[in-house]
């Protein structure tokens, strides 16, 4: 794993046009200004927030809509960080189970602190039908989509609390603690597996799933800790893979489809960001525990 801090230096004093100004936020797969990672990044320092972004480049190479330049990438969010919130970004593939801890470690390094995590990496490729289905699939979408986003956000959480000495049993409830204000935010990724079928993406449906329907145990056991957790449904979100020029799969119907809806069009990453941006905000704080779908009313056809 690499990584590399950039800073820029002034006041701290927030701002109704900043918001999180002085919070830091960790956002996983930054690494295309098309992608969702990059719109919430951006989103996120446009509010005030230094932002730790991380990226797995050679993924996106094995992509057909490709890498992007990396160097553009951390410029542009450059371009709209607060003078006094800093930058860093680090590279880390976390299908290894060691990277999740290492990369929070990391994003701790920038300021001394860690208020928002955004788990946005997913494997793209690899997946096919049930027919197709092979243990290698499964654990490929499994170990970024699911047990990375679950093992960062632990990570995450031990931030607020050590790790109790015996393992929590069913059931139990550690001592509740008030807390005036939320302590953290964490956001999950899922997709929309709830809503329809998604047919040859059986291995990316069923780690998505998992996050989907384990949201509102880990919300429960976060907010003991001052976190608030929610998932997010992004909908269809042009990010490559939408594009005719560059897509893996046969778009004739989705693109049917689309004419068809009120807005006619693909969601953009500025969409889903805008969610997220004001979850993270104090406006956001009584929302927890929830799986929101931002699709422009895609999965009511």
């Known amino acids: 794993m690499t990584h590399r801090i950039r800073a820029r230096q002034a006041d701290t004093m927030r ?25 919430v990044a951006r989103r996120l320092a446009e509010l005030g927030a230094s932002v730790v972004i991380h990226h ?31 930058l860093a970004d680090l590279d880390a593939d976390l299908a ?10 990391c994003a701790l390094q920038l300021t001394g602190r860690l208020d ?3 788990c946005n990496q997913a494997r793209s490729g690899g997946d096919g039908g049930i027919l197709d289905l092979t243990p290698e699939r499964l654990d490929g979408h499994w ?18 609390a050590d790790a109790p000495t ?38 990316y449906a069923a780690s998505k799933a998992a996050l989907a329907g384990v949201t509102r145990t880990v919300a429960a056991e976060l907010l003991e800790l001052g976190i608030v957790l929610n998932t997010i449904n992004p909908g269809p979100v042009d990010t490559g893979y939408l594009d005719p020029a560059t897509t893996d799969r046969d778009l004739t119907e989705t693109l049917e ?9 693909f969601g ?29 009313g895609f999965s009511l056809g």
């Open 15 to 39: 701002d109704e046009a900043h918001p999180l100004l002085g919070q830091t936020a960790l956002v996983t797969g930054v690494s295309r200004r098309k992608g969702i990672g990059f719109g």
């Open 56 to 86: 797995f480049r050679a993924h996106d190479l094995d992509q057909p809509w490709g890498g992007d330049d990396l160097e553009s990438v951390r410029g542009e969010l450059e371009a709209v960080l607060h003078p006094s919130a800093r």
């Open 96 to 105: 290894d189970p060691q990277q999740p801890q290492a990369v929070i470690d």
């Open 116 to 118: 928002v995590l955004v």
């Open 143 to 160: 170990s970024v989509d699911a047990r990375a986003t679950l093992l960062l956000t632990a990570a995450f959480a031990r931030t607020r």
């Open 166 to 203: 015996t393992a929590q049993r069913p059931g139990d409830r550690p001592e509740r603690v008030a807390f005036d204000e939320p302590t953290g935010r964490v956001f999950w990724m899922t997709s929309g597996q709830g809503h329809g079928p998604m047919r040859g993406e059986v291995a």
């Open 257 to 265: 489809y689309i004419a068809s809806t009120p807005f006619g069009r």
């Open 268 to 296: 953009r990453p500025s969409d889903p960001a805008e969610l997220i941006a004001w979850l993270a905000s104090d406006r956001g704080a009584w929302v927890v525990g929830q799986v929101l779908t931002s699709d422009g």
